[in-house]
């Protein structure tokens, strides 16, 4: 595994293309696409980690963000044609606090018509910029905080640094622009850096410039994301065949290690002990 810094106007497609060229490998994905505009942490499976990914990118996220109320966005952030909507300098940090309350905790949330849900087989953001209607159905997702840290009147405009936490799935272009709207003004997000997805933290990640990049252990990264289990020689052996185990686990997933300390597969409750989710050897 390798946890990426991401730097801002770069895709998560191109950290996987700088990775295969630094890596010597083509297989390599990312967990939890970050949006060009952002920053942050970026989760990428070298090799058999890959088969991890899905799983990681399950995990909850925090971001701090900025956004801009006074006007709109066609994908909700300063990357799409931002429109000018109402004056938003009146407006206070408690007005804005006040009005967040609705986006707090579990919510139904319409995600941004910019994204990578599919509608009868094509992307949505491939629909919206072919310039057809796209209509998006609330999912459940749920805002463990939402925190307001900051406001700045810039002109007409009032800018709103929040800190957030949420589950995957969760939008926070949407939630800029479900204040907007709320509020009346308009909204768009500006800036937005993830700083943990799970128990990666950005003190974990290195920087596109580091060469060689330093790469963790499947081993290490199931322990950061899921409960564990040592296994014996014999599991082992039947781990590396796919077979179920006599032996219960504690949640799906739950990763096997081996005597030698290598993470084996992930395994997930059965019948009668446990059966294989993932083998990875």
Avoid: W
């Avoid at 009147?153 to 995957?168: A, K, R, T």
């Avoid at 768009?188 to 920087?207: F, K």
């Avoid at 185990?245 to 059965?270: C, E, F, H, K, N």
């Amino acid at each position: 595994m390798v946890i990426v810094d991401k730097p801002s106007a770069v895709t998560s497609h191109q950290v996987v293309g700088r990775l295969r060229r630094l890596l010597g490998t083509r297989k390599i994905g990312h967990a939890g696409t970050l949006d060009p505009m952002a920053t942050g942490v970026l989760i990428l499976g070298v090799n058999r980690a890959t088969r991890m990914l899905g799983h990681l990118a399950l995990h909850d996220k925090r971001y701090t963000a900025t956004l801009r109320l006074g006007a709109s966005s066609n994908t909700d952030d300063a990357d799409g044609e931002v429109t000018p909507v109402a004056d938003a300098s009146g407006i206070t940090l408690e007005v804005v606090d006040r009005m967040l309350e609705t986006q707090r905790g579990d919510i139904q949330q319409i995600p941004t018509t910019v994204s990578a849900i599919k509608v009868d087989g094509r992307r949505a953001y491939a629909l919206a910029r072919a310039g057809e209607h796209v209509e998006l159905k609330p999912r459940p997702v749920t805002i463990s905080r939402l925190d307001v840290r900051a406001t700045r009147q810039c002109g007409q405009f009032l800018d709103v640094d929040l800190d957030i936490e949420c589950s995957s799935g969760t939008y926070v272009r949407a939630i800029a622009r479900d204040l907007g709207a709320a509020l009346g003004v308009g909204g768009h997000l500006t800036s937005l850096r993830r700083t943990r997805i799970g128990n990666y933290g950005i003190e974990d990640a290195v920087t596109l410039s580091d060469v060689p990049p330093v790469l963790m252990s499947m081993a290490d990264a199931a322990r950061l994301s899921f409960p564990v289990l040592e296994v014996t020689a014999a599991e082992a052996t039947d781990i590396g065949f796919g077979r179920s185990l006599a032996r219960t686990v504690p949640a799906s997933p739950t990763g096997m290690i081996a005597p030698d300390g290598s993470l084996l597969a992930l395994y997930q409750p059965g019948e009668s002990g446990s059966r294989p989710l993932a083998v990875l050897v």
